[in-house]
T-cell receptor, first 115, second 108 residues
Framework: IAGITQAPTSQILAAGRRMTLRCTQD?????MYWYRQDLGLGLRLIHY???????GKGEVPDGYSVSRANTDDFPLTLASAVPSQTSVYFC??????????????FGPGTRLTVL | GQQVMQIPQYQHVQEGEDFTTYCNSS?????IQWYKQRPGGHPVFLIQ?????EVKKQKRLTFQFGEAKKNSSLHITATQTTDVGTYFC????????FGKGTRLSVIA
C-alpha cells in the first residue's frame, strides 16, 4: 500500500441498508478525515480524527459514524442509508491535526449511490 | 472557524487564455493551501503560502498571498486542456477549511 486506499471504489445501495466505507493509510499520519462531495460541488467535512482513539464532528455528521481504533484505519458507517447520501466520499489524512504547514493527502474516493 | 470565500465558482476559457481564481477571508490567515482536483479524480495538494506578499511559481501557475494575509490568488498563464479541473483554496483550521472551489473548463 502506498498512501491512502479506499474501498469499495463504487457501490449501489438500497435505502435503509447499513454500509461501511473503508479507509486505510500507511503513512503513519495522525489525523484522518472524511469528506463528501456532491455532484459539481465542493468538499464537506463529515467527521475527523486528530489521533487514534479520538473523533470529532464536521459540517455534516448526521447519519454517519466513525471510529478510529488504530492509526491506519478510519471507517465511515452509514447506519441506514438514505438517497440524500448519494455522493462521492473522500478519505484524507495529514501528518498532524494542525492545518498549518500540513498538507492533506486524499484517497481515490468511493462513489456511493443510494436508491 | 475561519471561512474562505472563493470566486468565481465557474470559469470557461479558450485554450491559451489566462485564468485567475481568488480566495478571500475576513480574517488574517496564518497560511493558505491550494489543491487541484481533476475531473473524476481526488484533490491533490499544489502549494502552501505562509508569508505576507509571498509569490510562488510552478511552471505556468503563479500563487500569491496578499500583503494583509487575507486573500490569495492562483493565476494560470496560457491555459491548456490539462489545466481542466476544480481548484480549491484551504485556510487554516483544525481541521483545514476548504473553499467551495473554482471549476475551470478549457475550450480547445
Amino acid at each position: 500500500i502506498a498512501g491512502i486506499t479506499q474501498a469499495p471504489t463504487s457501490q449501489i445501495l438500497a435505502a435503509g441498508r447499513r454500509m461501511t466505507l473503508r479507509c486505510t493509510q500507511d503513512m503513519r499520519h495522525n489525523a484522518m478525515y472524511w469528506y463528501r462531495q456532491d455532484l459539481g460541488l465542493g468538499l464537506r467535512l463529515i467527521h475527523y480524527s486528530n489521533t487514534a482513539g479520538t473523533t470529532g464532528k464536521g459540517e455534516v455528521p448526521d447519519g454517519y459514524s466513525v471510529s478510529r481504533a488504530n492509526t491506519d484505519d478510519f471507517p465511515l458507517t452509514l447506519a441506514s442509508a438514505v438517497p440524500s447520501q448519494t455522493s462521492v466520499y473522500f478519505c484524507a489524512s495529514s501528518l498532524t491535526p494542525q492545518s498549518s504547514y500540513n498538507e492533506q493527502f486524499f484517497g481515490p474516493g468511493t462513489r456511493l449511490t443510494v436508491l | 472557524g475561519q471561512q474562505v470565500m472563493q470566486i468565481p465558482q465557474y470559469q470557461h476559457v479558450q485554450e491559451g487564455e489566462d485564468f485567475t481564481t481568488y480566495c478571500n477571508s475576513s480574517t488574517t490567515l496564518s497560511n493558505i493551501q491550494w489543491y487541484k482536483q481533476r475531473p473524476g479524480g481526488h484533490p491533490v495538494f499544489l502549494i502552501q503560502l505562509v508569508k505576507s506578499g509571498e509569490v510562488k511559481k510552478q511552471k505556468r501557475l503563479t500563487f500569491q498571498f496578499g500583503e494583509a494575509k487575507k486573500n490569495s490568488s492562483l493565476h494560470i498563464t496560457a491555459t491548456q486542456t490539462t489545466d481542466v479541473g476544480t481548484y480549491f483554496c484551504a485556510g487554516p483550521g483544525t481541521p483545514l477549511v476548504f473553499g467551495k472551489g473554482t471549476r475551470l473548463s478549457v475550450i480547445a
